[in-house]
């Protein structure tokens, strides 16, 4: 590595490893749920029945396809330390965004009233918000050059 590259931090490895990782993962997720046969049988619960259905539907296809290519330029721009990675990340945290919001409509969230239902849902969607906005703050701070001694 010549001396006028820059060096990429290990938070930021580790971050576009991570998201070329939820990358393939949302990629298989577009196409699995739809390969799912009739699951009307009685052996699962309703609300799992209800949720598989709509993630069979074209919109969850499309927004897991969304959330996947995003996440893979994020990736690639955080890997490389470009300078749009914070714009790739930040496409990325807007999908994520509307694919909880998705979820949160189409869970089973009944599910989990052991546990608090739509309460632990909103406090898992919290935490989801809180972890990628610390991320974003991170990388901006990258991107300006200050990783070095101050990022993470």
């Known amino acids: 590595m010549s001396a006028t590259s820059r060096s990429r ?10 998201l070329a990782v939820l990358s393939l993962a949302a990629f298989q997720n577009a196409f699995v749920w739809r390969s799912l046969g009739d699951l009307s049988g009685g052996q699962l619960p309703r609300e799992l029945v ?25 990736a690639v721009g955080v890997w490389f330390v470009r300078s749009w990675m914070v714009a790739a990340f930040s496409a990325w945290a807007a999908v994520l965004l509307v694919l909880l919001l998705w979820m949160w409509q ?14 632990y849902f909103g406090a898992m969607i919290v935490v989801t918000v809180a972890l990628v906005l610390f991320c974003w703050i991170y990388l901006r701070r990258v991107a300006a050059g200050r990783h070095v001694a101050n990022a993470l």
């Open 9 to 18: 931090p290990t938070g930021a490895t580790v971050l576009a490893v991570l």
């Open 50 to 74: 209800a949720f598989i259905e709509a993630a069979k539907q074209p919109l969850f296809t499309a927004l897991a396809l969304a959330y996947s290519a995003t996440a893979v330029v994020a």
């Open 106 to 119: 189409h869970f089973p969230i009944d599910m989990f009233q052991i546990v608090g239902g739509r309460v």
